[in-house]
C-alpha cells in the first residue's frame, strides 16, 4: 500500500469536508448557483486593511537589500523585536525577540510547539466542540488528543479539565474567540484556567487567529496576563482577511520556566517540518501594519441577522460573541440527518460532529449579507420538514 494507513484513516475522518464540496457542486447543478447557499468555508470575505496593502506594495517596490533571502529561522530579529514590543504593551509581560518565532499562520505555529512538545503517546487537551484539524496536527507527532466536554453554552469546565490532566498531558489548546462556537472566554475563565495548569508541567497552547473578531464593543482579554504556561498560536489570516498568505507566529511567555529550552526547540522544528519559516515579505509587511484589523462590523451584522432569524424560527442557539461562525442545535439529534435535510433545501452546513460536538451545526458568516438573508426561508422548513 503506497498511502499510510493513518493518513487513509485521517482523509476517511475528514471526508465530510469533501463530501459537503461535492454536494455543493450536486446541488448548483440541479437547483443553480443562486439557489444554493453554501455556509461551510471559514474564509474571510473581506478585503485586507488598505494599511497592509501599502507595506505589501513598499515592499514590493522598495525590497531591502538580501530581504529576499534566507533568515533565521525564527525569522528577521527586528520582525520579532517589533512583535514582541506589542506583545509586552498588551500584556505588561516583558517579551522580546527570543520569545517571538514567525511561523506559516496558525496552523504552523501550533504545528511547530507540538513537534517540540511530543513524544508517541503523549496527550494533548482539547475542549468540545473543537477545530477538526487539531486531531491531525496532535497526529502529525504521534500525540494522542483528549476531548474534554463544556457545558450547554461551550462554557470552559474547569473541574473537568482538572479531572482529565494525567502524567502523559503536555498541552491544554484553548482556542478563544472559538471556532465553531463563537464563545469568548472570559477573564474569570481564564484565571480559573490557570488555577488548574498552574503547578503542572501542562502548557496552554491558545490558539487566538480570530482575536480582534469580538462583537458588542467588547475586546478579548490577554490570554497570556493570566496563563503563565502559555504558549501563543496567533495568525493573520482572519485578523487581516489573508488567509491565504498564510502568516502567523508563536509567542512564549516570558513567563513559562522553559522558555528558553522551548524557543531553541521550536527554532529547530519550524525548520526541520519543511514549513521553512515564515514568508519574508509577510514578516516585513506585519512588522509595519500587524496591528490593522479588518472592518468586523459587516461580521457583526451578519451575526444579529443569522442568530436573531434562526431563534425566531426556534433553533436553540447560544449568541456568539466573536469569531465567525454561528453553532445552533439542531431541532433533531442527528446532526448529520439534519444537514442532509438542509442541503436538500440548498442549504450547505456542517454537522457539529465534526466539531466533536453532535446535534449542532456550523454555519460560516463569510458570505455576502443576502445570501443570509434568503436562506431564512429553508432554514424554515428544513426546522419543520417532518422527517
Ligand atoms: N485555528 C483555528 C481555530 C482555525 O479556525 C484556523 C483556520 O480556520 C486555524 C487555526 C488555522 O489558521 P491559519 O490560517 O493561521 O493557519
Known amino acids: 500500500m503506497t498511502v499510510a494507513r493513518t493518513i487513509t484513516e485521517q482523509m476517511e475522518r475528514a471526508s465530510w469536508i469533501r463530501r459537503m464540496f461535492e454536494e455543493g457542486l450536486r446541488l448548483r447543478a440541479l437547483l443553480g448557483p443562486e439557489n444554493v447557499f453554501d455556509f461551510t468555508l471559514g474564509n474571510p470575505d473581506v478585503e485586507p486593511p488598505e494599511a497592509v496593502l501599502a507595506a505589501l506594495r513598499k515592499y514590493a517596490e522598495r525590497p531591502m537589500p538580501g530581504m529576499h533571502g534566507y533568515m533565521p529561522n525564527a525569522g528577521f530579529p527586528r520582525v520579532r523585536e517589533i512583535i514582541a514590543e506589542r506583545l509586552s504593551r498588551a500584556t505588561g509581560l516583558g517579551y522580546t525577540a527570543n520569545h517571538v518565532i514567525m511561523t506559516v499562520g496558525s496552523a504552523g505555529a501550533i504545528n511547530t510547539v507540538l513537534k517540540a512538545m511530543l513524544d508517541p503517546g503523549d496527550e494533548v487537551i482539547v475542549l468540545v466542540p473543537y477545530f477538526p484539524e487539531y486531531r491531525f496536527y496532535i497526529e502529525n507527532h504521534q500525540g494522542k488528543l483528549v476531548a474534554v466536554e463544556t457545558d450547554a453554552n461551550f462554557r470552559p469546565d474547569p473541574k473537568r479539565i482538572a479531572r482529565a490532566i494525567t502524567s502523559r ?9 472559538n471556532n465553531p462556537a463563537g464563545v469568548v472566554y472570559t477573564a474569570k475563565e481564564l484565571a480559573e484556567i490557570e488555577q488548574v495548569v498552574a503547578g503542572t508541567e501542562v502548557v496552554v497552547i491558545t490558539d487566538e487567529p480570530y482575536k ?13 496576563s493570566f496563563i503563565t504556561r502559555s504558549v501563543g498560536a496567533m495568525s493573520w489570516s482572519k485578523a487581516q482577511g489573508i488567509s491565504g498568505e498564510r502568516i502567523g507566529y508563536l509567542a512564549i511567555s516570558p513567563r513559562l520556566e522553559s522558555a528558553e ?13 519543511g514549513y521553512i519559516n515564515a514568508p519574508a515579505i509577510w514578516q516585513w509587511v506585519e512588522a509595519d501594519a500587524g496591528e490593522a484589523v479588518v472592518d468586523i462590523s459587516g461580521y457583526e451584522t451578519k451575526r444579529n441577522c443569522m442568530w436573531k432569524a434562526l431563534a425566531e424560527i426556534g433553533y436553540e442557539c ?10 445552533p442545535k439542531t431541532p433533531i439529534a442527528d446532526d448529520i440527518a439534519f444537514v442532509r435535510r438542509l442541503a436538500r433545501e440548498g442549504v450547505l452546513t456542517v ?8 446535534g449542532h451545526l456550523r454555519i460560516s458568516l463569510t458570505v455576502p449579507a443576502q445570501t443570509i438573508e434568503r436562506s431564512i426561508p429553508a432554514f424554515e422548513r428544513a426546522f419543520h420538514s417532518p422527517d
Open 318 to 327: 447560544h449568541k456568539p460573541e466573536g469569531s465567525f461562525y454561528v453553532f
Open 261 to 273: 529550552e522551548l524557543r531553541n526547540a521550536c527554532t529547530f522544528t519550524n525548520r526541520i517540518l
Open 169 to 177: 498531558t503536555k498541552a491544554l489548546i484553548l482556542n478563544s474567540p
Open 212 to 224: 480582534p473578531i469580538v462583537f458588542d464593543a467588547k475586546r478579548m482579554p490577554e490570554t497570556a
Open 351 to 358: 454537522p457539529g460532529s465534526g466539531f466533536g460536538r453532535p
